[in-house]
């Protein structure tokens, strides 16, 4: 690419899906935020407006900055990027407002420089953005954003990520109610050591549930999106979660569980149809409680980032 300036779609994405903490994340088409990355002739990376929300324009307390830094340092890249951010997805949100800034800097610079770097590699560069928000380089947020579709972290250190093609009726209904929870605070309520059943339960489910999805079985994929590990402790900390959880099962919703660290809450349906009564039926309980919140319905993103001019 010989333009020096992209506009880009920077998607949202859930983290987890239940059974998988830390490994599992997938992405979102219909939210997301948009950034604008041209070159420039200084050093280094520029952060030169964000809008949306106020956040770090310093580019060593920016995530966008911090992750394009670690790229730039990798390819001994002598020139710099300014960087124009749009925030659609709200921090705190859980459904990574981190990794699309993030992901969306290098994936951007990329792009700009004529694609000189993996996917593997941008993710690793993505993942410093991570550790500077939560405290911890993980991947389960950036990955998909930057593979596109369903991912598996199967490591972080070294880095190994699969990739997997969603299944075609496969749809994600996720709601934001307005309240935050910030991952580095949601990380440090959770157990650091579990019970040799716990584990082996949730391992049942997450092996099934990535067999249910490379299979397309919607059925096994119902059985499988459970969490007995996080979603117990995190749930708390979500008003209304239990009954929000049991109207999307009960409008048709295949499994439901909290993206991310919270608040938001996702749901996976068979068909745009049942995807869209389910997030009704999410959306009115919400209301019941007098929680303000936003709902969204969107197909699995099997491209990422795209963009758009």
Known sequence: ?????????????????????????LALGTVGDEMVIRKMAQPGIKISSITGQD???ETERNVAGVAGMAMLAALKYTNGFEIEITKKIKPGSGIGSSAASAAG???????LLGTPCSEHQLVEFAMEGEKLASGSAHADNVAPAIYGGITLVRSSNPLDVVRINPPSQLYATVVHPHIEIKTSDSRKILKTTISLADGIRQWGNLGALVAGLFQEDYALISRSLEDHI???????????????KSGAIAAGALGCGISGSGPSIFALSKG???ANNVAKAMSGVLDKIELNHDAYVSEINTKGFRILS
Request: include cysteine.
């Open 1 to 25: 690419m010989s333009k020096d300036q992209i506009k880009i779609f920077c998607p949202a994405t859930i983290a987890n899906i239940s059974c998988g903490f830390d490994v599992l994340g």
């Open 55 to 57: 956040l770090p324009m």
């Open 105 to 111: 800097a290098v994936w951007g610079i990329n792009q």
């Open 230 to 244: 996080i979603e117990p402790i995190r749930s708390i900390l979500i008003p209304g979660f239990e009954d929000i």
């Open 272 to 274: 745009k149809d049942t």
